[in-house]
């Protein structure tokens, strides 16, 4: 169970966690959207630097988190982009673009097999259009991080993805969620392999806010990853 009091969280935590949070304090998402967010980033900075033996298997830390709250209430992009516009300035891993096909996803993947996905919307990614339910299926292989990934395309040839590390970050409607996602997508391999975060309501301050974070606190944040 993730808590959203701010208080609690950030008492239990140190390091860079500790900071993003208090980073985005004075964002409208809930703390348990921004705590995620900012778990899945640092474990895609961390890459397969570092693993959990699990018997015998290397478990890595490329997080496949999906928000899910109520469309224009949870804020669920917003809590996204703050997590994704670090790595996008900082360069340090690849992001994947919102809309792409299989072929292409895996092409890019093999130039540069370290790769964040950061989509406020889950079923622009994987939804229902056949290149989309194809591309769910290769990333079922994807996320258990083998040592070497191989997928023979028509218009690429043989892609041989050597050490990938793929991490997501989606937000989706539980409507667009039953409705717009291919079930068999869910409940196979992929969606057992996913972390479903689910809250109703964004943050209420009670009046406009800003920031007490100033350009040189947030560039020593970035500095952090």
């Given amino acids: 169970m993730i808590s959203?009091?701010?208080?609690?969280?950030?008492?239990?935590?140190?390091?860079?966690?500790?900071?993003?949070?208090?980073?985005?304090?004075?964002?409208?998402?809930?703390?348990?959207?921004?705590?995620?967010?900012?778990?899945?980033?640092?474990?895609?900075?961390?890459?397969?630097?570092?693993?959990?033996?699990?018997?015998g298997i290397r478990i890595y830390p490329n997080l496949w988190t999906v928000l899910v709250g109520p469309s224009g209430r949870a804020r669920k992009s917003t809590a996204i982009k703050l997590a994704t516009s670090l790595i996008r300035e900082t360069g340090v891993i690849e992001l994947?673009?919102?809309?792409?096909?299989?072929?292409?996803?895996?092409?890019?993947?093999?130039?540069?097999?370290?790769?964040?996905?950061?989509?406020?919307?889950?079923?622009?990614?994987?939804?229902?259009?056949?290149?989309?339910?194809?591309?769910?299926?290769?990333?079922?292989?994807?996320?258990?991080?083998?040592?070497?990934?191989?997928?023979?395309t028509f218009a690429h040839g043989l892609i041989s993805v050597k050490e990938p590390f793929v991490a997501a970050l989606f937000g989706t409607t539980p409507e667009w969620l039953m409705t717009e996602v291919d079930p068999a997508v869910l409940s196979g391999g992929l969606g057992s392999r996913m972390l479903f975060i689910s809250r109703e309501d964004k943050r209420d301050f009670g009046r406009p806010f800003e920031s007490r974070w100033h350009k040189e606190e947030v560039q020593q944040l970035r500095k952090l990853l």
């Fill in 4 to 55: 959203d009091s701010f208080d609690s969280v950030v008492k239990s935590h140190t390091g860079w966690l500790k900071t993003y949070l208090q980073y985005t304090q004075y964002q409208e998402p809930a703390t348990g959207f921004h705590f995620m967010c900012g778990l899945t980033v640092l474990g895609a900075v961390l890459g397969r630097s570092v693993w959990y033996n699990g018997e």
């Fill in 96 to 152: 994947s673009p919102n809309v792409i096909s299989g072929e292409k996803f895996l092409a890019r993947l093999g130039k540069n097999p370290h790769m964040l996905i950061g989509v406020g919307e889950m079923a622009a990614f994987m939804g229902k259009r056949v290149y989309q339910e194809a591309l769910a299926t290769r990333l079922t292989d994807l996320i258990d991080a083998q040592d070497v990934f191989e997928y023979d």
